[in-house]
């Protein structure tokens, strides 16, 4: 497997908040990488630096070994990196199918739409979703949302995926579903996916590795059995997340 997305030494303050400092962290393709920590660790702040959307004031982001630390946020998404919210962000006005079709609105050209609707409804069918395709997008119950903003993440296919709590407010068997999509377009299409998420036993299951951020730096690193074992991580955030 090779690397995708790297970030190296990430700085970044808020004033006197030191949100993240020296964070290291690489994403290998085909890899599902967990991201997870208490409150406040610099989860976000993390995803929104590697995402292009926070300069950090120290580090670099690399893509294939190419540094894009000065990239927009554009450039990143039209060079394969998706992201979601931990706050939903799907065109509520619009329907299921339209989203997805938005996002591959930037390849153009109308004699290519069959091609890109054909895309959006194979997506659709993945995701569980192709019942709710003309549904508008604002109405959905919020397990089909996060399921939704999934699928249009992946309309126009990823390199690079950063899911944020993307299982937050799903049933048991809506969380299956997002499992097997995630494996699949880790295993299959070689995505490199980072995820975060408090839902501690999903990503203990899910994720090949886990990096655990504590405070701002990175606490503990390793398969999810080496993490679980690791007092350190225990005690500052496993103790209370476990049963999440
Ligand atoms: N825009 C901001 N202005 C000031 N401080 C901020 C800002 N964004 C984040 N912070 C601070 O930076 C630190 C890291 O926050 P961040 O949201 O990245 O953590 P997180 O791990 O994602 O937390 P959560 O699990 O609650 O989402 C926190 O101390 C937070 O209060």
């Given at each position: 497997m090779s690397q995708v997305l790297a970030a190296t030494g990430i700085g970044v303050r808020f004033g006197g908040v030191r949100a993240l400092d020296g964070v290291d962290l690489a994403v290998h393709g085909g890899e599902v990488c967990g991201?997870?920590?208490?409150?406040?660790?610099?989860k976000t702040t993390l995803f929104d630096v590697v995402s292009g959307i926070r300069r950090p004031d120290e580090g670099r982001v690399l893509l294939d070994g190419r540094d894009i630390s000065r990239r927009s946020p554009v450039w990143r998404a039209r060079h394969g990196m998706r992201r979601t919210f931990q706050r939903q962000q799907l065109f509520g006005q619009l329907t299921v199918a339209d989203n997805l079709l938005v996002a591959q609105e930037w390849r153009g050209g109308r004699r290519k739409l069959a091609?890109?609707?054909?895309?959006a409804a194979a997506v659709l069918r993945e995701c569980g979703l192709d019942a709710l395709a003309d549904s508008y997008a604002g109405v959905l119950p919020v397990g089909q949302a996060?399921?939704?903003?999934?699928a249009r993440a992946l309309a126009d296919p990823p390199r690079v995926l950063l899911l944020d709590e993307p299982?937050?407010?799903?049933?048991?068997?809506?969380r299956g579903q997002l499992a097997v999509v995630v494996r699949h377009l880790a295993d299959e299409e070689g995505c490199a996916v980072l995820l975060v998420e408090h839902n501690v036993a999903?990503?203990?299951e899910l994720c090949s590795r886990v990096v655990v951020l504590d405070l701002g730096t990175v606490l503990a690193e390793g398969d999810a059995a080496d993490v679980r074992e690791n007092p350190a991580v225990r005690d500052a955030y496993l103790g209370?997340?476990?049963s999440t």
């Open positions: 991201l997870i920590g208490p409150n406040g660790a610099g091609g890109r609707r054909s895309r996060r399921m939704a903003e999934l299982a937050s407010g799903m049933s048991g068997e809506e999903f990503v203990m209370t997340a476990a």
